[in-house]
Every structure is written in C-alpha cells, then in structure tokens.
C-alpha cells in the first residue's frame, strides 16, 4: 500500500532532520500533542507527523497491522475493531486525535497491561529516521538489528528522545467472546490481598482497580469461564465504560487539584504510607497518587520498595521521571550518543542530562 504519496510525507520529514542536523537545531518532535504534560519542556523547531498518516498493512489472518506515525489512533481502532481484533496493551490517547507514533514514544498500556503485556511487546517493527540522517526499517521481517540493540522496542517510551518514528508494525489479537464487569465492597489491604491469591488461580482477570473503596475487575474470556468466575466472586455489575474512563483519566479522582503522580511498583506491595488519596491499578502494581507531599518523600518512599514515581502534574518538578542512578545514567548517555550524536531529538524530555 506504500505509494509516491508515503515517499513525499517520509521525505519531508527526512528532510527537516538533515536540514536541522545541518544547523545544529534542536527538533521538538510531536504529533497531536496530547501526552506534553508528560515530561520536561522541549524547546526548538517543531517536527510535525500528523501529514505521514495512513494504515501500510493490514491482514487479519496474521495479526499484524503497519501504521504510519501520524495515523490517529481513532483510525488503527476503528480498523481493527471491525475485524473484531484490538491492540490489548490498551494504550490512552489522552485526546481524540492521538497518534501511533505518540503511543510508541510515550509506552503507556492500559488497565489490561499486568495480564497481556506492555506497548512494547506488541511492537514488532519500526522505520525510523537517526540523528545521522538515514530512514532505516528495524525489526519485523525486513531487517536484522544491529549493534546489539532491539532499536524497536527501545524507541517505545523513549519520548522521541532518539529518532524519528515514521512507521510501526504491531501485533494484534483477537477480542475476548464475552467481557463482563463487577465491583466488590472491601477495602484496599482486603483487595490487595485477595487479588494476590486470586492470581494463583485460574481467573480470567483482566484489569483490576480498587477506588478505596471498592474493588472493580474485569472478567475476560469465553462465556464459561467468565461466568463461572463471576458466580464465585460475586458482586454488583459495573458498566464496561469504567475501564476507558479510568484509562483516559476521566473519572473524577483525576479532575484537575492536587498534584498528580503515578507509581511504578513491584507485584504485591502493601500499601505506601504516603500523604494523599491513592488508587490501585493493574491489580496494585500501578498507584494513582493526588497528594502535597514533597516530590522527594514520595520518589524516596517508593524507592525503598523498588519502585519509580511519575509526576503527571506538568510543571510541578524539574524532573517529572524518576531520576536514574548514575550507572544506568551512563548506559542512556552511550544510547543517546550512538543514535542521536548532534542531540537534537526531543533534547532533555526525559532527563536533563540527555
């Protein structure tokens, strides 16, 4: 489906890269803009993508579909919905024109992530335009990756700090047979501990949220198990919109008053002591925080238990990602250096030092 029209947007973008690297101009990459909250600020010209749209490939007897960068994710959905077949890391959009290439760049997955993978499993190829200056096609079944990097997967969540995304190929899967939703009256440390001993069993969980409240879990799977497993753990039926709502931050917790943050934490963690009102998502292992406290109590906090805070609340600290340790520092600096080597993509959206 490549044509003369794809060559022209490709190129164009190939070619504000090579004018910018002759420069020495930084680029802001962006596409509809909807995730620059995340992040620290990027000044210099903008790279736009939103004109490289358009679906390359799709056949749903594979399970692989190729987009270009600019394709609003509205579009990838509506075209895999009517084969009955999704992307089920369920990325957000945060906006109604949305990119793929800003689904790759960010990384962020859905309610369904614990149980079906994150963004960049699903990735299986990209094209990508280097910081020197060439259009290369990585992954999938085209070519081999080099220097020992799966530059693929490394461009998801990279903010577009290391190159250009101009293409994407994606593993789909077909849509559960029946989706059912409930919620269950107990109290997070309850949940915390039932959704630990339900994970031993057979279920058919795919997403798992606790409001402080209530426990709500999607059931997933063909019409036996799903219904057997809500005859088990019972509960009132919860309207399947609740997971779309909850993964575009549309629920009220998320209107807009105390300062955001998301933390990243290992399976099974007791609940923080942390100032503030929490949610647990993807069955604990993420916690929505709107709290006052010091960024670094909360950064300090999570740390101890081996994990990573978020600040979702742009502008809040200087640092909105979780600060590297020096080691793992160095190991981003060589990246950065090998694909971007002038430092001109997206310089500083993930750290400063980058």
């Known amino acids: 489906m490549g044509d003369s029209r794809d060559a022209d947007e490709s190129g164009a973008l190939l070619e504000q890269v090579?004018?910018?690297?002759?420069?020495?101009?930084?680029?802001?990459?962006?596409?509809?803009?909807?995730?620059?909250?995340?992040?620290?600020?990027?000044?210099?010209?903008?790279?736009?993508?939103?004109?490289?749209?358009?679906?390359?490939?799709?056949?749903?007897?594979?399970?692989?579909?190729?987009?270009?960068?600019?394709?609003?994710?509205?579009?990838?959905?509506?075209v895999l919905d009517a084969s009955q077949q999704m992307l089920a890391c369920e990325p957000p959009a945060f906006a109604d024109d949305a990119t793929v290439g800003g689904m790759i760049a960010s990384g962020l997955s859905g309610p369904r992530r614990p149980w079906s993978g994150a963004v960049r499993d699903f990735v299986l190829g990209t094209r990508i335009i280097t910081g020197h200056g060439k259009h290369l096609r990585f992954g999938g079944e085209v070519m081999k990756?080099?220097?020992g990097y799966d530059l693929s997967r490394l461009m998801t969540g990279s903010y577009g700090s290391l190159g250009v995304i101009t293409e994407v190929s994606l593993k789909v899967l077909p849509k559960p047979r029946m989706c059912l939703s409930i919620s269950l009256e107990m109290s997070s440390e309850q949940a915390l501990l039932r959704l630990a001993e339900w994970g031993q069993q057979p279920l058919p969980i795919s997403a798992a949220c606790h409001d402080g409240e209530q426990l709500h879990l999607r059931l997933e799977g063909g019409q036996g198990s799903v219904t057997g497993a809500h005859e088990r753990l019972g509960g009132a039926l919860l309207d399947a919109g609740y997971w779309?709502?909850?993964?575009?931050?549309?629920?009220?917790?998320?209107?807009?008053?105390?300062?955001?943050?998301?933390?990243?934490?290992?399976?099974?963690?007791?609940?923080?002591?942390?100032?503030?009102e929490q949610w647990l998502d993807w069955g604990g292992a993420q916690r929505w925080l709107k709290s006052d406290a010091d960024a670094a109590l909360i950064r300090k906090t999570v740390r101890e238990v081996g994990g990573h805070a978020t600040c979702y609340s742009h502008g809040l600290v200087d640092d909105p990602f979780q600060p590297l340790p020096p080691a793992l520092l160095h190991y981003h600096r060589h990246l950065k250096r090998q694909l971007d080597p002038q430092g001109i993509f997206n310089p500083g959206r993930l750290y400063a030092e980058l």
């Open 145 to 147: 990756n080099v220097a």
């Open 244 to 276: 779309a709502d909850l993964n575009e931050h549309r629920l009220g917790f998320f209107d807009e008053g105390q300062p955001l943050w998301r933390l990243s934490l290992p399976h099974n963690t007791p609940l923080l002591s942390l100032p503030g």
């Open 18 to 78: 090579n004018r910018a690297l002759e420069n020495a101009t930084p680029l802001r990459i962006q596409g509809a803009n909807s995730k620059a909250f995340l992040g620290r600020m990027v000044g210099g010209e903008i790279l736009d993508t939103r004109a490289h749209r358009g679906i390359v490939r799709y056949d749903p007897t594979e399970l692989v579909i190729t987009a270009r960068c600019g394709t609003p994710l509205t579009e990838l959905f509506a």
